[in-house]
Nanobody
Framework: QVQLIESGGGLVQAGDSVRLSCASS????????IAWFRQAPGKEREFVAA???????HYADSLEGRFTISRDNVKNTAHLQMDTLKVEDTAVYYC??????????????????WGQGTQVMVSS
């Protein structure tokens, strides 16, 4: 059974930094791509960032420069470093595993396993 557990969310101030973690178990972690998605209240789930098994990274155009995704194949974990947080970053952040083809790395449907999410609330 594959399980993903996110952690690190909470209530923070605009301009702060937060590092989210995703702990994976039950999968051949190093062979999967990892992605972060987020969903704000009343909005659809959107792509945030992904790191492939090759360590290649991808970001939503609007977030690149503020967010950094990484993975540790020894610890079977992935992280999302979020800097200079804005109020509009408030959302539930989800970690996912999959084996997307390169052209579909941002596609929700390409990911097999999902965590339950961790809430990030940014106040002004």
């Amino acid at each position: 059974q594959v399980q993903l557990i996110e952690s690190g969310g909470g209530l923070v101030q605009a301009g702060d930094s937060v590092r989210l973690s995703c702990a994976s178990s039950g999968s051949s972690f190093s062979s999967y791509g990892i992605a972060w998605f987020r969903q704000a209240p009343g909005k659809e789930r959107e792509f945030v960032a992904a790191v492939r098994a090759t360590k290649t990274t991808h970001y939503a155009d609007s977030l690149e420069g503020r967010f950094t995704i990484s993975r540790d194949n020894v610890k079977n974990t992935a992280h999302l470093q979020m800097d200079t947080l804005k109020v509009e970053d408030t959302a539930v952040y989800y970690c996912a595993e999959g084996r997307p083809i390169l052209s579909s790395v941002r596609d929700t449907n390409m990911y097999y396993y999902w965590g339950q999410g961790t809430q990030v609330m940014v106040s002004s």
